[in-house]
């Protein structure tokens, strides 16, 4: 897998590269701003582009528009999106681009090196991965505007949180100490609930949910 | 300005005495003239009837003029004309004697309409140029006269005839025409330059005026020598017509200088007071101006605080430079300077009666001063004010920034060490747990600046504006929320901050106070102002007493000159509605 990072802080930039090329991730290019990681971008057609959303000269939104323009102009190119503060919108405008290949975190989740490495590798095979923190949001207003979600068990509640994240029914089993076979059951509850069609593919499912879940809480 | 009896003064009283007998004598002077030429029987006696007439006219117009407006010289220059008309009628006269002064002044009044368009309006000439001109005026129509009776067959016998020399007579007259000319010529010129120079609606007013003086001069002459020979004029027409433009001249003089010299009129001014829509003008400025005739006058008052002079509302005023066409002159009172009067230069000349008028008036600019002057500390009180807001939130933005770059990155690494120390520990090891714990109680620490740094200036504010930081807000808010956003367009920094730091409260107040099951915000951009509403449906009581954060708001909204409302009956929710100005 080859990455191009987009960071203006150097500590962060260079501890990202290390990261990852000690999991065996190939850092192609990494750039301090927008102008910059749109060059590298184009110079070296990475796999997956990694931006901060706040970046020089402004110090705004730019790394987020940069990664929508690439998202626009690449389809095939995964984007993960890295923010010191995570909200809704940023997360529903990604998703609006594509739901294949796509990412948005806390910029803390890296400390997690592993789970951050694996994000990465699904996001790069065509999974969604959206910040737990973005989801609970998500899944908050739901309950609160959406009766059918509203009326999901508290453990449906944890497993569709999970799912939303874009975690494997293993890792679900794993962290909600319960068999692979009542997760499987769970999740097909839910999707009834919800009236999502029930899909083999992982990636499709949890494309579906947040789907589902960014049509319910744009209500603004 | 109408004024009650009594209030007149004695030197006023004295001057309309004067008045009166200038009045009395000239017009019995002249009238005397008349039965005398009447008597004489060499003309029919509707000729003099109308000359007098032409020189009556000046006569009163002046002192009309003159006692509306002591301080301006018109009213004296067209009395001056009155007797220069009145001595030209006696030219023909059989008395040689009195013959012989009508001949002298028989183009006098000429130099006199010369010297009243080089006067006009304050009544007296300014400028080198100007006073050569009007003495050059003078001299030919005195001076240069002479050949015209001293040499001319037609004046033998009075006592001015030298002898009959028609070369000499000749010659004279192509001097007086020539020199006319060039008066004229000069003359125009420079009221074309004042013209040029001055406001709108004095032109309204000088360019009739300037236009009808200096036509009426040269017809004098020219209808004479030039139209009465080429359209073969009756004489008799020609004498009536001549007299008819001559006496208009003072008329329109009278006019303008008593309508305040310029045609904004004093009436209207009243008018605007009395209907309480003069706005930032002072009933002192108001009276002083219709006193002086000069409507554009100003009154202005000096803060000593501040070291400068301010208008009615407290604004600071520049004074006019020297040689500018407005003059100011200062107020003091028992030698301290309280104000000063700023006046149009061109309409009054003397600055010694705006001086005059500034010390009857001190006591009552004193009192119009302590006013303008606690204007101007709230003003100035209220620009600090808005600096203080938002110096805070540039300090706030720039603090977040330097969380945002420094210790958040620092954690963020700090935690990627602690995980890598424990991917490298093997995974029985107690430490690798350790490890663990240290990197999740990183993350637990970088959760709470990121907490901190969010209330300090939010992320969403900084990146997208009010709009996406209202929505973020709301989206964490535990309760049922609607928001409703439209027409913000783009808004100053400190509109967004304070719009955003309000509603953030009044929703944090909602979901600690309120009992409420759902709240609605709204924000809506209108022209000119931007309108926050937060309403919930909880029990009610709130008030702006009761929280600091809420009267903390209140200050920011009021420094930005906006208006806070807060319903909040028992048991029936609560609404607050803020209105800021989003135009600086």
Request: overall charge neutral; charged content about 20%; glycine content about 10%.
């Amino acid at each position: 897998m080859r990455v191009v990072i987009g960071e203006d802080e150097v500590l962060l930039r260079r501890g990202l590269t290390l990261v990852l090329e000690g999991a065996g991730i190939e850092v192609v290019g990494a750039a301090a701003d927008a102008v910059g990681l749109l060059a590298l971008t184009e110079r070296h057609e990475p796999d997956l582009v990694i931006t901060d959303v706040r970046m020089p000269p402004t110090h705004t939104d730019e790394g987020m528009v940069a990664a929508l323009t690439i998202v626009r102009g690449h389809p095939q190119m995964s984007v993960v999106v890295l923010s010191q503060h995570v909200q809704r919108r940023y997360a529903i405008e990604l998703l609006a681009e594509k739901r294949q290949g796509i990412g948005y975190l806390l910029k803390q989740r890296i400390g997690d090196v592993e789970t951050f490495c694996d994000d990465l590798r699904r996001i790069a095979g065509g999974g969604a991965v959206i910040d737990p923190e973005v989801v609970s949001i998500m899944l908050a207003r739901a309950r609160l505007d959406d009766s059918v979600i509203g009326r999901l068990t508290p453990r449906q509640h944890e497993v569709l949180k999970l799912v939303a994240e874009g975690r494997s029914n293993g890792y679900i089993a794993n962290e909600l100490v319960i068999t692979d076979k009542a997760v499987v059951q769970h999740t097909s509850r839910i999707y009834d609930a919800l009236g999502l069609p029930s899909d083999d593919d992982a990636h499709r499912r949890v494309q579906a949910v947040l789907k589902y879940l960014a049509g319910t809480s744009t209500t603004a | 300005m109408p004024q009650p009896a009594g209030t007149r003064s004695g030197l006023a009283r004295s001057l309309h005495r004067s008045l009166l007998y200038l009045a009395a004598v000239a017009l019995g002077g002249t009238g005397l003239l008349l039965v005398v030429l009447i008597n004489e029987q060499s003309n029919p006696p509707w000729v003099y009837l109308v000359y007098s007439t032409a020189s009556w006219i000046w006569l009163l117009a002046g002192v009309l003029a003159w006692w509306r407006r002591p301080s301006n010289g018109i009213g004296a220059l067209l009395v001056l004309g009155g007797l220069a008309m009145a001595l030209g009628e006696a030219s023909s006269s059989i008395v040689p004697a009195v013959a012989a002064v009508g001949a002298v002044f028989a183009t006098a009044p000429l130099a006199v309409t010369v010297h009243l368009l080089h006067a006009f309006p304050a009544g007296r000439i300014r400028g080198r140029p100007s006073r050569i001109i009007v003495v050059v005026g003078y001299l030919t129509v005195l001076v240069l006269q002479f050949p015209l009776y001293a040499f001319n067959p037609a004046a033998a016998g009075l006592p001015v005839f030298v002898a009959d020399r028609p070369d000499l007579l000749a010659a004279g007259q192509l001097v007086q025409e020539i020199t006319g000319t060039a008066v004229m010529i000069g003359t125009a010129v420079i009221l074309a330059g004042r013209l040029r120079r001055a406001q709108p609606y004095q032109r309204r007013v000088l360019i009739p005026l300037f236009g009808y003086g200096t036509l009426a001069v040269l017809y004098i002459p020219l209808s004479s020598s030039v139209l009465a020979p080429w359209l073969a004029l009756d004489p008799v027409f020609l004498a009536v017509s001549q007299i008819v433009v001559v006496a208009a001249i003072p008329i329109a003089f009278a006019l303008a200088v008593l309508r305040g010299g310029f045609a904004r009129t004093g009436e209207l001014e009243e008018l605007a007071t009395w209907l309480g829509a003069s706005g930032d003008r002072s009933d002192l400025s108001v009276a002083l101006a219709s006193v002086l005739g000069d409507n554009s006058l100003e009154l202005v008052f000096w803060v000593d605080e501040f070291g400068r002079y301010v208008d009615t509302a407290g604004g600071p005023v520049a004074l006019p430079e020297p040689g500018a066409p407005r003059s100011w002159v200062p107020i003091d009172l028992n030698g301290q300077p309280i104000g000063a009067i700023v006046y149009d230069a061109e309409l009054i000349a003397d600055p010694e009666l705006v001086s005059t008028a500034g010390r009857v008036v001190a006591l009552g600019v004193d009192r119009e001063r302590l006013t303008a002057a606690l204007r101007t500390s709230e003003l100035s009180l209220r620009r600090s004010r808005e600096r203080l807001v938002e110096t805070a939130d540039r300090e706030r933005k720039r603090i977040a920034q330097d969380l945002h770059d420094g210790i958040q990155v620092r954690l963020v690494l700090l935690a990627m060490q602690a995980q890598q120390l424990a991917i490298g520990l093997d995974p029985t090891d107690p430490t690798r747990g350790q490890a663990v714990d240290l990197r999740l109680g990183i993350d637990s620490a970088a959760a709470e600046l990121r907490a901190l740094v969010h209330a300090v200036m939010p992320s969403a504010l900084v990146e997208r504006g009010l709009a996406s930081a209202t929505e973020d807000l709301v989206d964490r808010v535990p309760l049922r929320t609607s928001l409703q956003i439209s027409g913000l367009g783009s808004l100053p920094d400190p509109v967004q901050s304070t719009a955003y730091f309000v509603v953030a409260e009044a929703v944090a107040n909602v979901v600690k106070h309120a009992a409420a099951t759902k709240v609605a915000v709204r924000l809506t951009g209108n022209a000119g102002t931007l309108d926050l509403e937060v309403a919930d449906d909880g029990r009610g009581g709130a008030a702006v007493e009761k929280g600091t954060g809420i009267r903390g708001l209140v200050d920011r909204v009021d420094v930005l000159g906006g208006t806070f409302e807060l319903s909040s009956p028992p048991h029936a929710g609560t609404t607050l509605r803020v209105r800021l100005p989003t135009s600086s």
